[in-house]
């Protein structure tokens, strides 16, 4: 098991996230060093790897590392990195506090924003644990559109209001759960 705190990975992939987001590459910069520095503290760095299903964090301890270099020979328990999917599905094993959390973000949709753009939010939530097994405030720009473009309108059986709402519902659910929407 990883010595980093679970707050600490959250906010590395909260700040990955956003560089990755980022139109300026200076503002992306200032998100990589605040990792750096979050990560610092605890001795961990953080790279992003490429992989078949999407791009996944990796946050390890930075004593694997010389000359810029993962060492095999400096790693003695792998459970210490941290890996996070950045792209693709997420984990299924987590689809149970994947979809309390989304729910969660519903619940405050819906009592701050009302019920059109509350159900607009179920049903992305639906579409984000159902069959990315992932939070809604991870979403790609790509996932957003695939959602909108497809799933929406044959899944969410929605009324012209939720029509007309829905691509500020989903800024909504990123603002109720304090994240960057990515531009879709």
């Known amino acids: 098991m990883s ?8 906010d590395a992939e909260r700040l990955t996230r956003l560089a990755r987001e980022a139109v300026d590459e200076d503002e992306a910069a200032a998100y990589r060093r605040r ?34 270099k993962i060492h095999p020979d400096r790693i003695e328990d792998t459970d210490r990195a941290v890996e996070v999917r950045l792209e693709g599905p997420g984990d299924p094993d987590e689809w149970d506090e994947v979809r309390e959390h989304n729910d969660e973000i519903v619940q405050t ?27 809604v405030e991870s979403a790609t ?8 473009s497809e799933y929406f309108p044959r899944n969410a059986w929605p009324s012209e209001e939720q029509r007309a709402a829905l691509d500020r519902s989903i800024e909504v659910v990123f603002e109720s759960a304090d994240a960057r929407v990515p531009e879709f």
């Open 3 to 10: 010595e980093l705190p679970d707050d600490v990975s959250e």
């Open 35 to 68: 990792r750096a520095d979050r990560l610092d503290e605890h001795e961990f760095t953080a790279r992003v790897r490429e992989d078949d299903d999407g791009d996944v964090l990796v946050l390890h301890p930075a004593e694997w590392i010389a000359d810029d």
């Open 109 to 135: 949709v819906r009592e701050a924003h009302g019920d059109v753009h509350g159900d607009n939010a179920a049903a992305f939530a639906e579409f984000m644990h159902n069959h990315l097994a992932k939070p």
């Open 141 to 148: 720009a790509e996932e957003i559109r695939t959602f909108r």
